[in-house]
């Protein structure tokens, strides 16, 4: 509840009796409600009654992580081919000299990661919204109880970061960034994914959350999915009829065959 008293499922009732009167006093043609949990869909059904169409959204993933530490959650959660898959991987960056180190402020750090974001997002099939380097300064000032920042340099010089939030007994790892000119050959994402573990198994979380997009090393590390909804709806009601028919085949959810592996896949829908 608010500071009203008013209780959620009744401020997503009132809201979606009047957003579309409000859309379209500010001139706006499409209403879309971003990334909420799956958790939310019986208190947003309201917004179905009213037209909206649910469709999901690229997942996040949860991986249970209460194990003594990462080598014995690999010995204990993961296949056999899975698990000499990772030993493998994390070999690569055995004999290097690579430092982690952990802090809970981004401002002195954003003009070094900042370059290392935008070669990941420059990578990726999926881009969301392009973020900016005051947004890494000022994460760290505004949420500095909930923000951890990893980073691992090679002797001097940075080679990938992780900023990761915390919050009761779940770790969430948000945003990683990477040189690609060491990063592949040295498998990277795999000491970064260890590193990051077993610092959140030391701390007492027993949950590991990760953002949407790279899911093939999670699925193999047997991640599950962590849906996100969105809620759409067009202000004109003929033009509402026709997205909302068209909604579930716009999602890319649908044609990422990564997904459809996952074991818990149908409950994105």
Known sequence: ADGEGLSAATVADLLSQHIR???????AQLIVLKE???????MFECFVRRGFGRAPSMPMTKLNIEYENFDRFIEKALSGKARKNVRRNLQASAGEDIRMTVTDGTANLAKEIYPLYLQVY????????KLNEDYFRDLGTRMKDKVRVFTWHRGNTLVAFNICMVQG??????YVGFDYSVALNL???FCVVRDTINW???GGYKWFRSSGLNYDPKLHLRHQLDPVDLYVRHVSPLANVVLKRVLP??????YDETLKKFPNYREMW
Request: hydrophobic share 40%; proline share 5%; glycine share 4%.
């Open 21 to 27: 009167e409000l859309a379209k006093s500010l001139g």
């Open 36 to 42: 909420f949990p799956a958790s939310y869909r019986e």
């Open 122 to 129: 420059e990578r990726s099939k999926f881009r969301f919204g």
């Open 169 to 174: 007994e779940h770790f969430f790892s948000e």
């Open 187 to 189: 498998h990277l994402y």
């Open 200 to 202: 959140a198994i030391a």
């Open 249 to 254: 085949w716009l999602s890319p959810v649908r």
